[in-house]
């Protein structure tokens, strides 16, 4: 059981894991909420309320660190915004 778990944080810690997730919440982002975060001109309402729809919409959003969060909502907001 222990060994599990440190299994799992080392998981969770490594960047090509990260990196996944982010991808995986932005693409979600992308896929489900961009219509209604489109109108947002600024990145820190665009997070926030992406933050927020997150929350609403997406399963198992308590797996992911928030971190994580704001780092695809930006991701979204760049590729969209540039």
Do not use: S
């Amino acid at each position: 059981m222990e060994y599990m778990c440190k299994r799992k944080v080392a998981e969770r810690n490594d960047l090509a894991y990260e990196r996944e997730r982010i991808d995986e919440l932005a693409e979600f982002i992308e896929g489900n909420l961009l219509d209604e975060l489109a109108d947002l001109g600024c990145i820190e309402g665009f997070c926030l309320n992406a933050r927020a729809g997150l929350e609403r919409e997406f399963p198992k959003l308590e797996e992911f660190k928030e971190m994580w969060c704001t780092a695809a909502a930006r991701q979204a907001w760049y590729k969209y915004n540039h």
